[in-house]
C-alpha cells in the first residue's frame, strides 16, 4: 500500500459532486488498494498491468459489474511514474451530460445560470495524474467529441472559456460494455474508441478464478471494520464449500457484502454452513415469473422490482442496472421518475 498517493478530495459543492466523491474518489475507499489473489488468471493479470503501468498508454479496463476494475485503475497509477500525481475518478453513468462536461472540464464565471465562480474541472485537477473515467459507454455524444479533442490536442476549454488549457493526463476508461458493440450500435465513436483503448485489461469475472475465493474471504473477514467483534474470523469447511461452488453474478463486490454480512450476523469464531444465505446455498433455479394480478399496474411492478435489485446489490446502481439489462442511465432516470433519487444517491460501501 502506497499512502504517497495525493487522492483528490476536490470540495463537493454539489449533490452531482458528492455522488462523484463519495462512490468513486474519496480517500476512504482509496485507502485500501490491496489486490488478493491466487489464481494463473489473475497472476497473468498483474503481470500486465506491470508491463503497461510504466507506459503513457491510454488503458480501457474491461470486465463485469464488481471485478475490481477500479482497483485495476488504481494500481496502474501506483506502478506508474505519476503515482505522486493525483488520480481522480469520474462516473460518467452518474451525471447529466452539461453538470459532466463542467465536471470533467471547469466552467468559467458566469457561464451559465449558477455559475457564479470559476470551476476547476476533475481534468485540470488531474495534471500530471491519472484521471479515471468509469462507465465511459454512458458517455454522451456531445462530451465524447469534446473528449476526443482532447486526445488528439492535449487542451480542454471550461465550459464558457475562449482559453485552451494544456493538461497532461494519463486516461484509464472502464466499462461493463461491449464498447465494441456500442460502435456498431452508433452510440459510441469509432475514432474515440480507438484512441482510448490502446491497451486492453480485462478482470475476469470470479466465477472464472474460484481458487481466488479463499483468499479473498480470508481478507475481507480479517480486514473488515467490524473484524474487532471477534467473530466470525474464520470459515468451516462446508461454508467455504457453499461460497466455492455459488457463481457470484455480483462478483468481489457482492462477495464483499456477503462476507460483511455473515461476519455481522454469525455467532461463533466460526461461521457455519447454516449461517450462508440460502440463496447462496441454493441458487433458485426457477424461471423467476409471476402470475398476473390484476390490482397491480405495470408501474408499480416495475418500480417496486428496480427498488428491490437496488436493495439486493446493497445500493449499487452500476451492478442493479446490469443485472436489470437497463443502462445506468435509464436507471437514474427512473429513480428520478419515482422520486427515489435522493435516497440512492450514494450507495452504502462496504467495509475496507
Ligand atoms: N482482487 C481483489 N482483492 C481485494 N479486493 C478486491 C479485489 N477486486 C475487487 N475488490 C474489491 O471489490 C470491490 C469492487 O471492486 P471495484 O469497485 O474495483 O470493481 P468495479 O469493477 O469497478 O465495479 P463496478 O463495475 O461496480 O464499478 C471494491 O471494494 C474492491 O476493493
Ligand atoms: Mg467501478
Known amino acids: 500500500m502506497n499512502n504517497n498517493n495525493p487522492t483528490t478530495t476536490l470540495p463537493a459543492s454539489q449533490n452531482a459532486s458528492q455522488l462523484i466523491w463519495n462512490t468513486n474518489t474519496t480517500s476512504k475507499v482509496m485507502e485500501n488498494k490491496t489486490i488478493v489473489y491466487k489464481s494463473e488468471i489473475m497472476g497473468n493479470l498483474m503481470k500486465m498491468v506491470d508491463r503497461v503501468a510504466p507506459s503513457h498508454a491510454n488503458i480501457l479496463v474491461l470486465g463485469e459489474s464488481g471485478t ?144 481466488d475465493i479463499p483468499s479473498l474471504v480470508n481478507y475481507f473477514l480479517t480486514s473488515s471494520q467490524h473484524s474487532y467483534l471477534n467473530r466470525g474470523r474464520t470459515v468451516s469447511d462446508e461454508a467455504m464449500q457453499a461460497l466455492m461452488s455459488y457463481d457470484w453474478p455480483g462478483n468481489i463486490r457482492e462477495l464483499q457484502n456477503t462476507c460483511e454480512r455473515l461476519q455481522i450476523l454469525s455467532d461463533g469464531h466460526s461461521i457455519m454452513l447454516n449461517d450462508v444465505p440460502e440463496n447462496i446455498r441454493t441458487p433458485e433455479q426457477e424461471d423467476g415469473m409471476m402470475d398476473y394480478t390484476p390490482s397491480i399496474t405495470l408501474y408499480d411492478l416495475e418500480k417496486n422490482y428496480i427498488l428491490k435489485a437496488l436493495a439486493h446489490f446493497g445500493g449499487n446502481k452500476t451492478q442493479a442496472a446490469n443485472k436489470l439489462g437497463i443502462t445506468i442511465k435509464t436507471l437514474y432516470n427512473k429513480l428520478h421518475e419515482y422520486g427515489e433519487f435522493e435516497k440512492f444517491a450514494v450507495h452504502t460501501k462496504p467495509a475496507k
Open 68 to 211: 475490481g476494475k477500479e482497483l485495476i485503475a488504481r494500481s496502474i497509477h501506483d506502478r506508474s511514474n505519476r503515482r505522486n500525481k493525483p488520480f481522480v475518478a469520474i462516473n460518467c453513468g452518474a451525471l447529466r451530460e452539461t453538470l459532466l462536461e463542467s465536471e470533467l472540464f471547469g466552467h468559467e464565471k458566469g457561464s451559465f445560470t449558477g455559475a457564479y465562480l470559476r470551476k476547476i474541472g476533475l481534468a485540470e485537477a488531474a495534471n500530471g495524474g491519472t484521471l479515471f473515467l468509469d462507465e465511459i459507454g454512458e458517455l454522451d455524444p456531445a462530451i465524447q467529441a469534446k473528449l476526443l479533442r482532447f486526445l488528439q490536442e492535449g487542451e480542454i476549454f471550461r465550459v464558457g472559456g475562449k482559453e485552451p488549457i494544456k493538461v497532461d493526463i494519463r486516461l484509464i476508461c472502464a466499462t461493463n460494455r461491449e464498447l465494441d458493440q456500442e460502435v456498431t450500435r452508433g452510440n459510441f465513436r469509432e475514432d474515440l474508441f480507438y484512441r482510448i483503448n490502446t491497451i486492453v485489461v480485462s478482470a475476469p469475472p470470479l466465477r472464472r478464478r474460484k481458487e
